[in-house]
Nanobody
């Protein structure tokens, strides 16, 4: 089991930036997929971005491409989500997730991930 702790959320104005962090501990594997999801108020959880611990491609939702960047620091067992040019529609609780997802096309599915953090609130004011 992987333990995940998110941090870095907060209140920011439209056009601002935030960086979220996800610290992982416990049982992890180099092939694990790490992902960020978000859940806007009154809506379902949705995919934001993903990568694998051992490198390779990164994956993004169309709504955040060009604005958000997912990255990792293996030495710190931490995954980051740099969010720039934030919009009010980015307001949500952001969750970090981890699991041994075998196929990258499955990374967009919340049900593919068994380990989740507690979430961190991001609020973008207009």
């Amino acid at each position: 089991q992987v333990q995940l702790v998110e941090s870095g959320g907060g209140l920011v104005q439209t056009g601002g930036s935030l960086r979220l962090s996800c610290a992982a501990s416990g049982r992890t594997f180099s092939t694990y997929a790490m992902a960020w999801f978000r859940q806007p108020p009154g809506k379902e959880r949705e995919f934001v971005a993903a990568l694998r611990w051992n490198g390779g491609n990164t994956y993004y939702a169309d709504s955040v491409k060009g604005r958000f960047t997912i990255s990792r620091d293996n030495a710190k067992n931490t995954v980051y989500l740099q969010m720039n040019s934030l919009k009010p529609e980015d307001t949500a609780v952001y969750y970090c997730a981890a699991d041994n997802v075998p196929v990258h096309t499955m990374m967009i599915l919340p049900r593919a991930f068994g380990s989740w953090g507690q979430g961190t609130q991001v609020t973008v004011s207009s």
